[in-house]
Each structure stands twice: as C-alpha cells, then as structure tokens.
C-alpha cells in the first residue's frame, strides 16, 4: 500500500500490506460514494436472487413474496449500514472491533460464527458461479471449482483497492445487462393466477421469506467497515452510512424481487436455467451472457468474503499469538479458506436450495445477538471512543473475556432459541404462534439492552486514561519486508 495524503488515492494498486492493523491517516484515501457501487455489486450475484425464491417455494403469492423480501432486506440492511460508519472512525476491520465488546479472546465466539459465514457463502457462490459456466464451456466441476475459487484468492490477496475498483465498473456492467432482462422478463413472463394475488398465503410463510432476507443482509454486517476502513476519519458519518445502505439494499430489493417473479412464472424455477431460458426469449444468446456476466459477478463477491475470512481467522490467532502482517500470512490464510470451500462444495448435495434456507437462518440466529451488542456499543455506549492499541493488549481496558459482551450475546441468543422455526426444529413460542419466527426481534431487543444495561457499569476513569494515552499513529510501524507491526506491547 502506498503511502499518501489523507483523503487521495494512491498512485498505484499494489499487494496490500495492512490486514488486522491500523489503518494510519496517511494511508486513507478514496471516497464515500464508492460504497455503493461496491455493496451495489456485492449484492447483485445470483445468491441474492436464489434468496428470492424461498417465498414462492413456501407457498407465498407474488406481491406477497415481493413484499416479504423487499421489507427483509430494509430490515436487515439497517444494521449493516451503519456498521459501515465504524470504520473510517476507527481504522480498524469490521470483527476486531469486536474485541471492546467480547475481549480480546472472547471476540472468538462472534469470530466463530462469522467464519461459518464467509465458508457458507462462498460454497454457495462456487457452485452457482460453475453451473452457470458450465453452460457454455468445457471442464468437470471440481476444475471450475479449483478455477474459480483461484482467481478469487488472487483478487483477495491483492486486497482492498483491487476490489474496490473491480466493484466499481462491475456496477456498470450489471446494471446494464440486468436492466434488459428484468424489462424482458416482465414483459415476456405470464404468471398464472393462482400466484399473482390470492387468500392462501401464510403469515408463518411471509415472516420466513421476511427472515431470509433480512438474514442475508445482516450478515454482510460482519465485514461491512472492512471496506470503508480506509476512508479518511473525517468523512461525514451520514454519507457513510447512505451510501452503504443504498447500493446493498437496492442491489438486494431488485435482485431478489426479480427472483421471487421468476420463480413464480416457471414451472420449476433454478436461478441459471431461468436466467438462460428469459434471456434468451428476450434476444438468442442474450440468457447465456448474462449467465456468464452473473457467474463473473460470483467471482468477485467470493474474493471479498475470502478476504474477510482472512481477516477474522488472523484476528483470532492473534488473540493467542501475536500476528505480523505479511504477503505469506495473507496468501496462507486466502488459500486456507478456499482449500475448505472447495471440499464443502464437492459434498453439498444437488438440493442445496434447501440448505441455503436453514443457512440463512442459521445466519440470522448466530449474528443478530453480535450486531445488537457491536452497535449499541458504538452508538450508546463507548458512542465511538475506543482506545485503539488496547485492542491488541489482552491485559489493556478490554481484558482476555468480557462478560458484558459474552453475557449479553448468550443471554440474547438463549431467548431466541424458543422462537426458531426451521426445517430440523421448531421452538415452543414459535409453535405457539403457529410457526412464525419472530427471534429476530426477541435476539435484538434482548442482547442490544441487556449490553446497554452492562455498560453503565463501565470503569469509565480507566477508558479516559486509556483513551488519553492511545496513539495508534505511534505504533504503526514498518518492518523492512514490509509487514506492519501491531502492537508493542507484551502479551
């Protein structure tokens, strides 16, 4: 990474060097409005409109779906967006702020889940990125697998600038091309009567699509200020989060909304064989490269949660070990990650629609309690002021475990487990309620004012010392290969 000015580019796009480290002032640089052509294309693969599918697969009418996945995806983006603010005023990734809330150690419980995300997504991406390649070219698919999953650590290695600007014009591209086929699809598309309005739809159906959706969203949650870390510290908070919550709910809305209407219109709706079929209606061979486009798309988003998972895992080593930054721990930490995707993927089975269901939920169970405790810490608590080189002294004001955070985020997780409503268990309050799954909403409301209630007790002399002595643009330091140093402290 370059060394410039706050708030310019640097001059040219390089191997990055920072990963778990401050990002100091002369290194920020890029702009707010990049944060929505990245979330913008982040969100537009065809996962997003694989999410589309779950209301009519549950029985939902198309408004019925729409509205469900659409109001989700409000719900969800909502805290995403404003994770993203917490980045350019810390400098830090999105999970390693964690550690204020959980511990130095004890982040590894939220750091667990959070892996299983970025694996979970990454599987799933793999596999629809090859479907649609293999559409139009050759090869078996644990080769496109080894292909794909390659060319998205390459991109993660070379880290964020690479990204941003690949993000960047891939909006461009996917607008263009996805505009042609919704227009086309709407046009060309019947669907049948039963689907388009009606009476039979469940309320349990709808809070499921609802839950889906908003889940998909929250989890981009987890690596969100990854992305808008480099921002220089004084960009407007407001401008930060707008941006993010544009293009990542705008993406999702449509991607998904257009999902649900496919799925209702085809007898049997598969995201690439849609895609192909509605394409093609519209002009021959245009399904196909808009397959291709999609699969393209895939590649990047795998990158981007390749690169988060490098993130935590580093973060989690070093709460126990102390990790200096280098090419060989990011590459090893890149490759890792897809060395377990590519063995997940080779064992998902053919009806992965169904597990990429219960995933989301999953999802949306294990990260709702940590965004609920992350947020209400920044924004009520600590509302901003973190010691930042504390963050890396296990022995410093955040201690090994905090019992607020692990605490609240138990607490808060045990009083949604009797509202689950999924496949493989039904808790007794959801049965009560006739199988609707409002634990979203019990998780939120539980851990967010159980950890605002902790953090009255606060040891607030010592943070305003730890505050007033806490110069992280002293402890950035360089080594020689050029690996950034943490921290000096012992541990």
């Known amino acids: 990474m370059n060394h410039v000015a706050p708030g310019r580019r640097p001059r040219s796009v390089g191997i990055e060097v920072r ?152 909006t461009y591209l996917l607008i263009t ?139 989690a080593v070093d709460a126990f070990r102390p990790v200096r930054p280098s090419v060989r721990i990011r590459v090893t930490g890149v490759v890792a990650i897809g060395a377990v995707v590519f063995t997940v993927a080779l064992a998902l089975p053919a009806d992965y629609l169904a597990s990429f269901n219960s995933f989301l939920l999953l999802i949306l169970y294990s990260l709702v309690p940590w965004t609920a405790v992350n947020l209400v810490d920044f924004y009520f608590v600590r509302r901003g002021r973190y010691a930042i080189t504390a963050l890396f002294d296990r022995r410093g004001i955040y201690g090994s475990w905090s019992w607020r955070g692990l605490t609240a985020y138990a607490v808060g997780f045990g009083a949604m487990v009797p509202f689950f409503a999924t496949s493989f268990y039904t808790g007794p309050a959801a049965d009560a309620l006739g199988g609707s799954d409002i634990s979203f909403a019990v998780g939120l409301t539980v851990a967010g004012t159980l950890y605002y209630l902790f953090g009255r007790g606060l040891d607030s002399p010592s943070e305003q010392a730890a505050l007033a002595a806490d110069n992280p643009e002293l402890r950035d330091r360089l080594s020689p290969d050029g690996s950034a140093a943490l921290s000096t402290e012992p541990r």
Request: proline residues 4%; charged residues 5%.
């Open 19 to 170: 990963s778990i480290d401050y990002v100091p002032a002369r290194e920020r640089h890029g702009k707010v409005w990049h944060q929505g052509p990245f979330w913008f294309t982040g969100n537009f693969v065809l996962t997003t409109m694989v999410t589309g599918f779950i209301g009519p697969s549950l029985g939902l009418s198309l408004a019925r779906s729409i509205a469900a996945v659409v109001l989700g995806t409000c719900f969800g983006t909502f805290f995403m967006a404003f994770h993203a603010n917490q980045g350019p005023r810390m400098g830090l990734p999105q999970m390693i702020q964690s550690r204020a809330q959980f511990g130095v150690r004890g982040a590894i419980l939220p750091f667990a889940a959070v892996v299983f995300a970025y694996i979970g997504f990454n599987v799933f991406n793999v596999v629809l990125a090859t479907q649609g390649l293999q559409t139009v070219l050759p090869g078996g698919t644990g080769l496109w697998y080894l292909i794909l999953i390659g060319l998205a650590t390459v991109l993660a290695v070379v880290g964020h600038d690479l990204l941003h600007v690949v993000q960047r014009w891939l």
């Open 177 to 315: 091309v996805f505009g042609v086929f919704t227009v086309g699809a709407v046009m060309n598309l019947q669907v049948p009567a039963a689907a388009s309005g009606g009476t039979g739809n469940s309320w349990t159906a709808f809070l499921m699509a609802f839950s889906v959706a908003a889940g998909y969203q929250i989890s981009y949650a987890v690596y969100v200020s990854d992305y808008s870390r480099y921002l220089p510290a004084h960009v407007s908070a407001a401008k930060v989060v707008w941006w993010t919550y544009a293009g990542a709910a705008a993406s999702a809305a449509w991607l998904m909304s257009l999902g649900a209407f496919v799925a209702t219109a085809l007898p049997e709706p598969d995201a690439i064989t849609g895609i192909r079929q509605v394409g093609n209606d519209i002009l021959p061979g245009f399904g196909t490269f808009t397959v291709v486009v999609s699969a393209l798309a895939l590649i990047t988003v795998m990158a981007i949660n390749a690169y988060g998972a490098m993130l935590t895992v580093t973060s």
